[in-house]
């Protein structure tokens, strides 16, 4: 089975599907996995082209069609800019206290907790860095210090996030699916993404429907991705 190198597009977040277009005319349809981002490379293998046994020039369908089951999704080592793997998902957050844009969250996944990790992004300046983590990557045993610092194409205003072992603490403006509008006190949540909510024990953020987001949200879905084949 063949395979193609693709870049997820800036912006693009894990489970969007993206299209990425080969040069026989086939496109496909391509769900981001967790952990890539911008300008992480992934390595797609699609099936083979059907033999065309009729005279004259094939007829390529235009609409993208969805990988087989048996398809693999790999990421290119170095390609993943500043999104660490060791980082924090917010969906293993639970909300303490919150106001708004500011939060104070606990956080208990072991052995995920240990250590430290910050992020943050300030106008066109990110910042991201972890301590004493336990290795997530084959081979790695302890990431004791690792820190980034980049220029970026602004995409907030501000958004800091730090976690030091079972205490995690962020802020957002505006808000977003990492830093959710929400107001709790004492674990009690009554407001959660501008609606009322009544929870106590709350996750940070709530867990999307598998399969990534439906074609009409596709990112940069008119722009023709450029990639690359490889037998």
């Not at 490379?41 to 009729?54: C, F, G, K, N, R």
């Not at 005279?55 to 790999?74: C, F, Q, R, W, Y």
């Not at 991201?128 to 081979?139: D, F, I, L, N, R």
Request: proline share 7%; charged share 20%; with cysteine.
């Amino acid at each position: 089975m063949p395979s193609i190198a693709i870049q997820v597009p800036y912006q693009a977040q894990p489970g969007m599907k993206i299209k990425a277009k080969m040069a026989d005319g086939r496109s496909f349809l391509v769900t981001i996995p967790e952990g890539a981002y911008y300008p992480t490379q992934l390595m797609v293998s699609v099936p083979e082209p059907a033999v065309v046994t009729t005279t004259g020039n094939p007829v390529v369908d235009s609409a993208p069609m969805e990988l087989p089951s048996d398809s693999k999704i790999e990421k290119l080592e170095g390609t993943a800019g500043t999104t660490m793997d060791e980082g924090v998902d917010a969906k293993d957050l639970i909300a303490c206290c919150a106001l708004c844009c500011v939060s104070t969250n606990l956080y208990c996944t072991w052995p995920g907790c240990i250590g430290c990790h910050q992020k943050g992004d300030m106008c066109c300046i990110q910042i991201e860095g972890v301590a004493c983590k336990v290795g997530v990557t084959e081979g790695s045993l302890c990431m004791c210090v690792k820190s980034e610092l980049e220029c970026i194409k602004p995409t907030t205003c501000i958004k800091m996030t730090e976690q030091c072992f079972c205490l995690d603490c962020r802020c957002a403006f505006p808000c977003d699916d990492e830093v959710p509008c929400a107001v709790t006190f004492i674990g009690l949540t009554c407001c959660f993404n501008w609606s009322p909510k009544c929870e106590c024990g709350a996750k940070l953020a709530e867990d999307k429907e598998e399969g990534g987001a439906p074609a009409e949200e596709l990112a940069d879905e008119e722009q023709e991705m450029q990639v690359m084949e490889r037998q």
